[in-house]
């Protein structure tokens, strides 16, 4: 209720005990008496209602946050893209780890969908979050069981080169903690530091797994990895948006959260620039033909 409803009731329950008071006593002071309660009722309402309009400002308890506090930081402007320009495919890599659930809510609020690039040792340990990476619209690719080098290059490798019977468990390893996490069997995967042969390629096409490549032609990294702000992020992915373009983002790593707020800034951009966004990656648009022994260009860890 509010201060004036309070104040009614209070009004309303003095007279009463006045009425029931002067039946019996007939006291000559009542009047007066009755005359001072109800103005005392009416300070103390003003009161209340002048603290209510500054109790914004104070700390609310939980359950009871006033409106003002209630509203959320300002929201990025979901896409609403009409497409004209095309479509990209936003991918991230190295989960399912600390900050995916964050990555998949933000995803949510701006209308996004993309591909997650799982690591099967993660998955295992968290089929919840791979089963929330598909429940809100996503696809689940393969990322590897432990991120080794397959080729045993790329920046910060330290393990060797590994046999092909190694790569077929990596992957099929992989594959198997997505499925049993309730997600399809990935179609797509992706090689840690870009790192692979012709072998290793042939090895995941025979599991059904198609290479996408964490940068190249029409595949941007976004090097959110390297310690850049929201802000760089976007202005490195922003002027390379045409449609086809596959972006290379990381929910895995402790950098994700300059990356889930750069999301809001690209959203904008594609906005502006009639592009939206799929998850159907095209023939055409995995990083093209994979050299013999591709020295792993990837710079993430
Ligand atoms: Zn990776």
Known sequence: MSALQWCWVAVTVTTIIFLMVAAISALPKMKAAYTACIAVIFLAASGITAFGSISPLLPAAAGSVPAALALAPAPGVPLHSDASAGRVVLTFDDGPD???AQVIAELDELHLHGVFFDIGSKAAAHPELVHAEIASGNVVGNHTWDHKSFTGKGVGVTNKPLTQAQVRAELSGTDAAIVSAGAPKPVLWRPPYGAVNAADEQTATSLGLRIVLDSGTNIID???????????????????LRDGTI???HDGLRTAPQMIAALPLIVAYMNAHHLGVTTTVRPDATGGVVPDDNTGTGGHA
């Open 247 to 249: 972006i290379a983002f």
């Open 222 to 240: 976004s090097n959110d990895w390297a310690g850049l702000t929201a802000a760089q992020i976007a202005a490195r992915v922003d002027p390379r």
């Open 98 to 100: 600390f900050y995916t």
